[in-house]
């Protein structure tokens, strides 16, 4: 599936309605959510965490065994790795908004299918609705393929900034590929050097008024 079409519009409808409701509702409505199998799995629903008012989401995959037992999402090595990569460029991870296209772990940490994606889009697009972000940073393919492109690749497409409608798009590698994969953890910090320039950017438009 693709969350956005070309232009940018969300593909599917939210699981509750803004204005009308706040994240809290939101996140309650999530972590009793039972759409799909994935929930007999799983200890329990992994929302997304951060700042709802900074205008940045990262998305990953999926939740893995230390998420799903923690209830957080990026706590594993493949978080404590993003911690570090955030550090290296200046990122407080407090201040941008962290979660997956699915939020329940699928069995043996493998990719989630496209109806199992398909089956959260509602929860994923909630978040993307309150959120209003300006910069979304897929992490990794099934991100990538499952918000924007289907036929995209990670390699060819990560460090690029691509715009649908009113959203950037800056994709760049699932830390837990990083972690299969040394070298290229030069090539990530590149990537992150650009998102803490458009972090930095945002801020500074909110705080001269220019973005609200
Ligand atoms: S993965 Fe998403 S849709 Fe499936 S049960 Fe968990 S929260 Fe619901």
Known sequence: MMLFDRQGNLTVSCL?????????LLREKALECKRCHLREG????????GAINKKIMFIGEGPGADEDRRGEPFVGRAGQLLNRIFAAVNIKREEVYITNMVKCRPPGNRNPSSGEVAACAPILAAEIKLIDPKVIVPLGSVALKNLIDEEASITRM??????????????????SYLLRNERMKKTAWYDFRLIKKAIDRIEELQQTGQLD
């Open 42 to 49: 799983a200890s329990q629903v992994v929302m997304g965490k």
């Open 158 to 175: 990560r460090g690029k900034w691509i715009k649908r409608g009113k959203y950037f798009f800056l994709p760049t590698f699932h830390p």
């Open 16 to 24: 509750i309605q803004y204005p009308d409701s706040d994240y809290q």
